[in-house]
């Protein structure tokens, strides 16, 4: 059986500068090469890149051994390890390349699912140079081979939502970030983040949810476990404001204003952050009435929401512009009449509200039963 004699020469120098720890793969990548066990030497390379020390060897390896049998092996592993590589790649320009060159050979038919990891992958570097026009298009052209997949593996969604949420970031768009983003901690195991990307993806969410003008319930972002890496951190107010947001509580979001000196955003923002507070605060104050009790006087909304009365009326016809709640306004009588509220994830303290109203609905219907039966019979008789 012939070997390439490259090979072996290869592995050999790469052995003595790896670490005492990895020198151990180079005899079996050589042996499990000369045998062509490709699935085997498939899952030998992954578990070698997989260790951490093994960062600066992974270009050498990939250019000068992978390349030799890439044919040889899943597409999509191909791109894997291509990935790894590139991440250890200094230039960004040299690692947008150096995918680029990856995903011309697996831009094939059958090989749809590959391709789109290693232009999503490449695009990535792109956007840390600056393209966002590219960017943009390969997210286009990438979303629309997506959706004709039957099956979409885990790691190409959370390629395409990484990339998406950061260039909706650097856009500023708020509330697409804040979607792209939730989607892609849903793709991964948060446990493999470090803490600090945590924080940061945390940091991120809060502020989007805070800032997307189409946002107005946090109920996802509140329940994922993302959210607790604020927590016994200098930003842990951000957590207790969304909390605040999400009750409609004005006065601890007067109480949480002060930090906001230490985000020029929020600060510059202040304005459509009380408006949209009060907008909460109103969807709070109809969602804790029974669905018999939502003809709220005008006088009732300016408390809650600590508004002056002249200005309760915009902020009602604000909520339903927005389609946070249903009904009519009565500029006569000043009270707005209620038949819908926008359904929301609820929270632990909501969720007890919604038992309490449950209960009292279900006393109300016995009292009911009560007098009807006792009704019934003097009838009959």
């Known amino acids: 059986m012939e070997v390439d004699s490259d090979i072996p020469n290869f592995l050999a120098t790469q052995k003595q500068q790896a670490p005492a720890s990895l020198q151990g793969y180079y005899g079996t990548f050589e042996d499990l090469y000369e045998r062509?066990?490709?699935?085997?030497?498939?899952?030998a390379v992954e578990d070698f890149v997989s260790k951490p020390e093994s960062g600066p060897l992974q270009v050498a390896l990939y250019r000068s051994f992978i390349s030799d049998w890439e044919s040889k092996m899943s597409q999509l592993k191909l791109v894997s390890?291509?990935?790894?590589?590139a991440k250890q790649l200094s230039d960004h320009k040299e690692a947008r390349e150096f995918l680029k060159s990856l995903t011309e050979k697996v831009d094939t038919d059958e090989t749809r699912d590959a391709y789109v990891l290693a232009r999503m992958e490449a695009t990535h570097f792109g956007l840390i140079l600056g393209d966002l026009e590219t960017t943009k298009k390969d997210m286009d052209d990438c979303s629309k081979l997506l959706d004709g997949f039957d099956s979409v593996d885990p790691h190409i969604n959370a390629s395409f939502l990484r990339v998406s949420a950061d260039y909706y970031k650097i856009k500023a768009e708020y509330a697409k970030y804040y979607k792209s983003a939730l989607l892609y901690l849903a793709c991964i195991n948060i446990d493999e983040l470090s803490n600090a990307e945590k924080t940061s993806r945390a940091n991120d969410l809060a502020l989007s949810a805070l800032l997307g003008d189409s946002i107005y319930n946090f109920g996802?972002?509140?329940?994922?476990?993302?959210?607790?890496?604020?927590?016994?951190t200098d930003r842990e107010w951000l957590k207790n404001l969304l909390f605040a947001f999400n009750s409609g509580d004005i006065g601890k979001f007067e109480a949480l204003a002060p930090h906001f000196s230490q985000e020029n955003i929020l600060q510059s923002n202040m304005t459509a952050l009380r408006q949209k507070i009060c907008l909460m605060s109103l969807t709070e104050t109809v969602f804790k009435r029974n669905s018999d009790n939502r003809t709220i006087a005008f006088s009732t909304i300016s408390t809650e929401t600590k508004l002056p009365l002249e200005e309760v009326e915009i902020l009602a016809m604000k909520a339903l512009s927005l389609g946070l709640i249903k009904g009519t306004i009565d500029q006569v009588d000043?009270?707005?009449?209620?038949n819908w509220v926008q359904p929301r994830v609820l929270d632990r303290n909501q969720i007890q509200g919604m038992q309490q109203r449950l209960q009292e609905w279900t006393e109300n219907v016995n009292k009911t039963a009560l007098v009807m039966e006792t009704e019934a019979i003097d009838v009959y008789a």
């Open 334 to 338: 000043e009270v707005v009449r209620v």
């Open 36 to 43: 062509k066990l490709w699935h085997q030497l498939t899952l």
């Open 220 to 232: 996802e972002l509140l329940m994922h476990p993302i959210l607790e890496s604020l927590v016994g």
């Open 81 to 85: 390890l291509g990935v790894s590589a």
